[in-house]
DNA sequence: CAATGATACTTGACATCTCAAGTATCTCGA
DNA sequence: TCGAGATACTTGAGATGTCAAGTATCATTG
């Protein structure tokens, strides 16, 4: 389709439709590549204060964060929700926490094959100090950021979450 | 430090403080999980894209895209810079796609303790492949949020990226 | 040139993680 | 009641990931 090299023709619009487009693609990659590279960042440091300053690691300082707000336990399978994470996973962690008698996996009475997973009176204690330092920590990390900025990350990464699930069901 | 009782004392205002630096905390809490569920999410699709896809990795990808970049090829202690993972990591990573012939490791004539990571042929072949389709999965992940809402988030992201990079300095 | 320390990479031990397959138990219908 | 299918969890294989220790090479100093 030949076109006329008029002044205000529909070259310049055609360029900019395409350039629109490959503006809002790297946008989109340059974004997902920011937001992981500050998780990442963020979760590091996390890790590495779990293990100089309690020994442990993320995802059993996860799981204990679930079970603290849920004095009546979680079975495994809500664990896995819970941590977005496999079943298979939850197991594995699970066996350690137990093996150092920080939580305890109870037979489900109505259900046998349902554990309920619960944490002990050590595992309570222990988290306890964990959380409160695990705060300290991540306040620290975002000390800097304006509490305006802060809210409008929430707001924003809402929607993401939000049109995220969203996918799912369409 | 006694203080007297008079209305409109200081009281409410200690209490004001104490609930803003409790919200506070309560905000950046939220705000580190929101964006570590958000991450997660869509870590989690790419991922399961990749390997249904293409029958491959996220890191296995994410090491073949820095060698897309850098034709001279990488020093393994370069790959584990960029991405952002230990050394001992990337020697697995790269002697798995070495068995494959996607990427060869070339010595260096000047030092031959590094080695020069490069994409081969079919790795170059096989990685613009991978990289068409993930490029737009992250564009349909991202797609309903707002262009606008999009660059908000860069910028947001990119303070608080510079705030991290800043803690170790100082 | 030889000893010393720094660098670049690999290795091995562990802890996550996913997936698929296996076991135990429950549920529901014929 | 009995059997098929669903559910809850475990297990095992394979890929990441960290850390610390080991090996090879470089670089510097005497």
Redesign the pocket.
Same mark, same amino acid.
């Given at each position: 389709m030949p076109r006329e090299k008029t002044a205000l023709s529909a070259v310049p619009a055609t360029i900019d439709a395409e350039t629109r487009v490959h503006d809002d693609h790297h946008v989109s990659l340059r974004l997902w590549l920011r937001l992981l590279s500050c998780t990442n960042q963020i979760e %590091?440091r996390v *890790?590495?204060n779990l293990?100089s300053s309690f020994d442990t690691?993320?995802?059993?300082f996860?799981l204990m964060a679930q079970l603290e707000r849920a004095p009546q336990g979680l079975?495994? %399978?809500?664990l896995?929700q819970r #941590? #977005?994470?496999?079943?298979?996973?939850?197991?594995?962690?699970?066996?350690?926490l137990e093996k150092e008698g920080l939580v305890v *996996?109870e037979v489900?009475s109505?259900?046998? *094959?349902?554990?309920?997973v619960k944490l002990t009176a050590e595992g309570e204690r222990q988290f306890r100090r964990m959380a409160a330092e695990h705060e300290r920590w991540v306040v620290d990390l975002f000390g800097a950021v304006p509490t305006k900025h802060k809210k409008q990350l929430m707001d924003r990464l809402g929607e993401l979450k939000e049109h995220l699930a969203g996918l799912d069901g369409a």
């Open positions: %590091s *890790r590495q293990q690691t993320l995802p059993r996860d079975k495994m %399978s809500e896995s #941590m #977005m994470v496999t079943g298979g996973n939850v197991t594995g962690i699970t066996d350690g *996996r489900d109505t259900d046998r *094959r349902v554990y309920r």
